[in-house]
């Protein structure tokens, strides 16, 4: 060895003085080099005295002239010689300032990496980690790896060779890394001793990069099949990702979660590196849980089931569950947080109920019933109908879980009063719950012949006394339906009539309960009250306005009145000539607000078409022609319920417990806004509106805030361009200020939408008055 040694510092001397030379001699020195390093064994063999010795030889090698650099030849000296040599004077040729051989060191780079020398750079440091070698170089080179298509595409401005594109060149490392890896495996069943750490640096290094995808791509189907049935490729593999440093971890223990095919898989691959690795068990039990919400379900899935399938990691799902319901049930985060989040959480503790097993539900019985009994009552307070249906299902899975003998809480019924305009239960439907519930239906019983029934007509009333007297005291429930059936048609045919009794019959209408199965009764009811109200505008929207405050009234006839009213403006503020068809035959208006349903989005709609033209036009929107009704009635219906909403009453608290009906009631308030455009109280009505909003701005419920950003919009296409700027200069640009604030910072997606809108608007009316000192 000391011979062959000698023989190549003495190759490397005359080389070196023949490339100083140049000529013809060059060709043979660089040939002698290569034999000589054939010899010694290859970069293997090589002592710190012979890496020295060739790392300058290498540097003379880039800098010699061209002639002096025979083709084919000297390329050999980069590709034979010590790979992270060679990977080091490349780059340190590619980095020097106006070289005029970059073309040639690109392509020595590009046959570097076709001819596999990464692989072998990789082998090399691991050996020499298991030898302790220099931490720096090991630390330079591991950056010269990961960044070279960095450092490549910097000095050719985006003209890389294919090989150097991030997409390319990474599936190749990734190749790289299985022949290292193979490489270590055989080692390690030859009983020799090899370090796999700076492999795993590699590793963490490209995730942290964001190249996880084209790494992965690779490592995780080779490594699957690898693990399969052999014990010595799964330790090589759990090594693999134990040994990735704590500030990388993250990025790869994303990486595997997202691209394992399956828990089982990544259990294969990860090990118990969970309960080994602080950092790792943080990121997966807290932070892609609790912290985050972008994963997919199969994601969730990979990594829930991935802690169930070893009795070491048991305990961390138990633990996550509990975390889970913790926030799940919590009033705070429910009101905080953006439904998707809170979605994302019901999915993680309906996968963590699905692993769980009987012993382990006993365990924790008793806790999991208080955490459904607190969870389930703060989803229900949501004003959002999805997160009272999450509340409703993952209530119903914790109940089946831990009730396997006994009774199970079920939703369906409670769902027909959530999400019904009216507490309505049909009564069959009813008969059918009861008698389930008594453990018969009946069936015994035989029915009567009724083949021969004829149906009877039932006269309807035709003065609107008589349906006074029929919806207050007849015992008769068909002529009762005749009546529900008749009464809109017959106010709106006599409106002189329906003046008289128009408050007595606002009232029966406001308390009127269903008598019989009768078909459409809520809509019904509806119809008749919005034709009375619209008929007598004025006292009986003082009187609906008065009971919305008052005492002993159900939050349902609270929101009827709301309903009503809107629906009322509505039709008020277009010109007869438009009503002619509205109320005719089944057709819905067009503005509702019934809850659970998403459709007071309708009339933001609508809005949303107003602001497009507006955006165009910079004009105000022009109703259809004709008198508009609503101009002299439009106080009374919009002053009384802006007044004393901040009034606690005994059995009615808006700013407490009552939110539901205050969200209601702020999306009120913003439609009839809208409806008031060109209106004589507009302004005054504009002004008003700015206040309640103000005081309300920071309300913990997305649905209030929602409605209040909504009654800004409606303010600012309603109320005329010059009043707002005149009148309400300084309060816009507080409401600019806090617009800013909620596009930032709000956590809800629609809210963060409205606020944008509303900022859009305000720049347009900003530009129109040529005044923008006025709004900055």
Known sequence: LGAMAAALERALREAAAALERGGDGAAAALGAVRAALAAAGGPAAFGERERALFGAFLRSLARAPRAARPEGVWQGCFLEGPPGLALCVLLEALASPGSVRLGEVIEVLEQFLQEGRISALMWEVCQQQAQAGSPELQEALLNKIVCLPDHVSNKLQ?????????????????????????????????????????????????CVHGRQKEILSVLVPRLTDLTKSDCIWQRICWRLVECVPDRWMEAVVLGFVQRAPGADVLSRLLGNLVVKNKKAQFVVTQKVLLLQYCHTTAVLQNLLGYLSLDSLRRALLIKVLQELLETWGSSS???????EQQQYISKAILICLSHLKEPEIESCRQELLTSMMEGVKCHLDSNLPQIRRLGMIVAESISSKINTDGPVLKFQVKILLLFSPHPILLPRTLFLVLAKLGGRLDDDLIPYDMSEDKELKIKAPVYIRDCIEVLTGSEDVDKWEATVKTLESLVRKNPAATREVSVELAKILLHLEEKTCIEGFVELRQRAQVAVLSTDPIPVAKYLTSQFYSLNYSLRQRMDILDVLVLAAQEL??????????????????????????????WRRIVDERIKSKTRRFSQAELASGPNEFNSVVGHFFFPLIQHFDRPLTTFDLLGEDHFVLGRLVHT??????????????????????????????????????????CISSMLLSVPTERLLQDMTEELLETQSWLGDVVEKDPDGDCRRLALQNLLLMENLKKKLKTPANLT
Request: net charge positive; charged share 15%.
């Open 333 to 339: 985060a429910v009101k905080h947080s953006p439904p």
């Open 158 to 206: 985006g003209k890389n060779p294919a090989v150097f594109f991030p997409q390319n060149y990474f599936p190749l490392l990734g190749g790289a890394v299985i022949q290292v890896l193979q490489k270590i495996s055989d080692s390690l069943r030859g009983g020799l001793d090899c370090s796999i750490s700076f492999v795993s640096h590699v590793l963490g290094k490209v």
């Open 573 to 602: 503020s277009y010109p007869k000539s438009h009503r002619k068809t509205k109320h005719s035959g089944a057709q819905n208006p067009c503005i509702q607000l019934l809850p659970g349903s998403d459709s007071s989005k309708d």
């Open 669 to 710: 308030l913003a439609i009839l806004m809208y409806l008031a455009v060109n209106t004589v109280a507009v302004t005054a009505m504009g002004k008003a509106l700015l206040e309640f909003v103000w005081a309300l701005r920071f309300h913990t419920d997305s649905y209030v805030r929602q409605g209040l950003l909504s």
